[in-house]
């Protein structure tokens, strides 16, 4: 941490703060200039007593802190990229895993015939969410235990991993008991009572990122997930709110690379909720291949005209090969070990 001084303190100000240093448990580095004057405070920022209050003090400047506040999602703690295993599939270090199932578990015959379909294209994984987070309340809201129900009924007779989204707290054990991978959507990224519960029921999770939400603040995210005890983490760019309208969001390709360089975890991409039109889901899809992508989530639905949420960004299920097969020799190309 570099604490900055106003132009002008006197010695008697800069003793104080170095005194206020050390009680921190910091070690501190005073360099005087002409004017100004800055404490290097040796540590380790990451410690609960931060020196960020030190801001306060009216000979103070500013506060600047140089270290990162992640560690364990971070490549300086871990150098290799890490490889998971999520209900019999690998992601991560050349694995690539596609997750595909509808926005919405509306019917039995709905998800069975999306589970028939995807699983003849080879997924693993179907998601669909139970309980759904819908911006306006007179919206579809899932059908949260029965859709729960749904997923599970899939899950024992297609032998499919799951992968669906938690809201809240208190549901966290009944989705756990179904899910292989609880789903932590854009609007909770930044819920961190919410991802500190999650943390501890024993799944995979995948972390959306929020549309407001910077590269740092989600692997911040993430960070409270593996403090929390959960190492198993996917990151997914899912697109972020920009002034463009063309598309639903803007896909962040460019956080895609960043996560990558910065972190040690998998991360995907959710073309479908950045495009929010069909029509652009292969063309992104591709895009998030070429950048180094480790898997995608895609939405598909048996007949995406009558799906009670997100009917538009929808792939058809029957036809999700046609997708998939133009997208492999892309996958083998890109999807090396690094
Ligand atoms: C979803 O996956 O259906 C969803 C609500 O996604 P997001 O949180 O990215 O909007
Ligand atoms: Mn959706």
Redesign the pocket.
Known sequence: MIIVFKPHATQEDIEKVKQKVVEFGYQPRIIQGVEQTVIAAVGDETMHKSLERLQTLPMIQKVVPIQKRYKMVSREFHDDPSVLNVGGSKIGAGNFLMIAGP??VESREQLRTAAKDLTACGIKII?G?AY??RTSPYDFQGLKEDGLALLAEIKEEFGVAIAT?ILSVPDVDKVAAVADIL?I???NCQNYHLLEVVAGAGRTVLL?RGMATLVDEWLSAAEYLIVHGCPNVIL?E??IRTFESSTRSTLDLSAVAVAKKQSHLPVIV?PS?AAGRADLVLPLAKAAIAVGADGL?V?SHPNPQEAC??AAQQLPSGQFHEFYDELKPLIELCNKPR
């Open positions: 926005c919405s998601r969410g759904k987070p989204e789903q959507g854009a609007r959306k997914c899912r697109g959710d909720h989530i939405e949420s997100d």
